[in-house]
């Protein structure tokens, strides 16, 4: 017996989430069908509006309700520092800690061996120029310790090494295979002052 078709589609959706499987994603579609329709309603232009009043900061990457970037803020900003970030919500991850007062660049993802994820994706051009521009002095690599991390930053490495600056990396206390996501704000602020030249 398979569920009315638009159950069905509600529930295809769900499962698109990371670390939803059919199971779960059948849960919530149920769960769902409880809410009140006025509920709903508000939920689905919630999505909607996400989407339609972010923008994208077309100097560090970050997702803006506002303009200017309070991130590229050189006034309130140490611009000899950047922080390399794999995906935007590490940014606020990292702002939580108040380990950190430099300039970001968000990575459009990590490279991949498995995947193929290509190095096109690390805006690899816009990340040289403002190193130049804002004379920046060291760069630090706030990656996931995974296989994905590791690769990227082996490849970041290589491409900044003419550019003569420090380069540095989150170690201490992250497990290997963890994502920033999974560590308590403390741990990341340890790895933050406890950073080791990479
Ligand atoms: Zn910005």
Redesign the pocket.
């Known amino acids: 017996m398979h569920y009315p078709e638009p159950l069905e589609k509600l529930i295809q959706f769900l499962k698109k989430m990371p670390g939803v499987g059919r199971k779960t994603a059948e849960r919530f579609a149920f769960h769902l069908l409880l809410w009140p329709k006025n509920q709903l309603v508000e939920f689905a232009d919630a999505i909607a509006k996400a989407q339609e009043k972010l923008n994208t ?1 077309q ?2 990457g ?1 997702l803006l309700d506002t303009s200017p ?1 309070p ?2 803020d050189i006034s309130k900003r140490q611009t000899h520092l950047l922080c390399i970030v794999g995906s935007v919500k590490d940014i606020f991850l990292i702002e939580k800690t108040r380990e950190f007062r430099g300039l970001y660049h968000v990575l459009g993802g990590l490279l991949s061996p498995i995947t193929g994820q290509s190095p096109a994706l690390l805006r690899i051009d816009i990340l040289k120029k403002r190193i130049e521009k804002y004379h920046v002095k060291e760069v630090i690599l706030a990656l996931d310790s995974t296989l994905e991390g590791d690769v990227t930053a082996h490849f970041l490495k290589k491409e900044l090494d003419s550019l003569s600056l420090l380069a540095s990396r989150l170690a201490l206390g992250l497990p290997m295979g963890s994502s920033l996501d999974y560590i308590d704000g403390g741990t990341l602020a340890r790895a933050f002052s406890g950073r080791r030249t990479f």
Do not use: I, P, W
């Open positions: 900061c100097e560090c970050c970037c991130f590229c």
